[in-house]
């Protein structure tokens, strides 16, 4: 037996100790591969991986037309491209406007490569939002979507795109800032982007921006031209509350369900019933205001977007189940959703309401939560100043030591919106006063103003109510 002294390069002693020494041999040269692999994969590699199928590349035509001197040119072809995002498994898409706007014939191509000719559903001109549909075989995979409440400069995020025509590119950045406004030209100007170093090129339109989770975060929309490592993302939360008036029942099936549901704890839910109209399918199912909505069908509830889905394609008439919380307790009601004709005609034999007033109690309230002395502005006084809104909140006086104060809120303002009501029917701002406590303990909330011909937006903190009274 081999008997070394202590220091030399080896020390053994028994021949079952050999064999130890050359399995452990073994492991440790088969360990760095395997650590290596896990180290590859890291949240950026999972992120990308558990998104891209859902991203989709849109290419297509579009003829434009030049001004030379003065004078327009003959129209001219141009090959136009941009990215989009699955938001619905039955080929429902999210892009920019600008993306398919003009375009002949829109071609989508999968990750897989599969192409498909898809159709305009619905857009919007201003917010620079579209939606098309392709229709596939199987279901599509959707994104997975975030939040863009509790964005922090700073924070990795991820772009993934059809930059260049080069298909799913991915670029990845920080959030620079955040409520950037962007006037790209005389007639587009985006409210309250998010602005980001991840390399955004002309092809990534369109596409997500996401977290290092994975989740979409953001609708990547424009490049400031001349400008290195300046993008831009529409924030998510905004492009599913604008998704879900795009995708309702009411326009793109002229069906009607008969409620307004908010998410007033944040975009992920819970969804609350803030308004159910009168002989609606929604009354007539058991809604009512302040039910929490769990699922409809086999389709769970995490923002209002989930609604229309959810009720998408059904027949008039056809029955559709709906389990909702009511006072802590669970409430399985069904719905069946009308023909938008029965709204119309329910609207015509109703006597025509008045302006509605707010009640003191309630200018009490908004005193108390908001800082403010509010009373309604008819909606035709902002068409006429070509701003998008159906009416608001006058505000008649300010507090001084409030939120609204220090945002800059002055008398004579007009409120048009907040967190996700419109402020125009007294109702909707009840609605937000009755939740003021639970605001309040939130993050600050998001209003839009109009003064002039011009829209504001601010982040007010709403506060608790105290029973102080008007001045």
Known sequence: MLNLRTGDSCFLRSPWQLSAVAVALTLSAIQPASMQASQRMTPIVRAVRDCSPAVVNIQGQKSITET???????????????????????????????VVDGVRRINVTLSGGQTYIASIISRDKQTDLAIIRIRTPKPLPVAPVGTSRDLMAGETVIAVGNAFGYEHTVTTGIISALHRNVQVNDTQQYLDLIQTDASINPGNSGGPLLNIDGEMIGVNVAVRAGAQGIGFAIPVDKAMEIAARMMSIEKLDNHWHGMTALSLEGPEGPVTVARVDNQSPAQSGG?????????????????????????????????????????????????????????????????????????????????????????????????????????????????????????????????????????????????????????????????????????????????????????
């Open 68 to 98: 030379a001197e003065g004078t327009p040119t003959a129209p001219r072809q141009v090959n136009g491209m941009g990215t989009g995002i699955v938001i619905d498994p039955r080929g429902y898409i999210m892009t920019n406007h600008h």
């Open 287 to 471: 809604l009512r205001r302040g039910d929490r909505i769990e699922k409809i069908a086999d389709t769970t509830i995490r923002r209002p977007l989930d609604i229309e889905r959810a009720l998408l394609g059904r027949r008039v008439g056809e029955r559709v189940a709906v389990e909702v919380m009511r006072d802590g307790k669970q409430l399985d009601l069904d719905l069946a959703v009308a023909s938008r004709n029965t709204r119309v005609r329910s609207r015509t034999t109703a006597a025509k309401p008045k302006t509605k007033q707010p009640s003191n109690s309630l200018q009490i309230a908004t005193w108390e939560t908001l800082g403010m002395k509010l009373k309604p502005e008819p909606s035709s006084s902002l068409r006429r100043l070509g701003v998008p809104y159906e009416g608001g909140m006058r505000v008649i006086s300010v507090k001084a030591d409030s939120s609204a104060f220090e945002q800059g809120v002055q008398a004579g303002d007009t409120l048009v919106k907040m967190h996700r009501c419109t402020t125009a029917p007294a109702r909707d701002l009840q609605f937000i006063v009755n939740h003021a406590n639970k605001l309040a303990n939130s993050e600050p909330v998001k209003f839009y103003i109009v003064r002039g011909e011009d829209t504001f937006f601010g982040h007010m903190q709403v506060a608790r109510r105290k029973g102080s009274s008007v001045r």
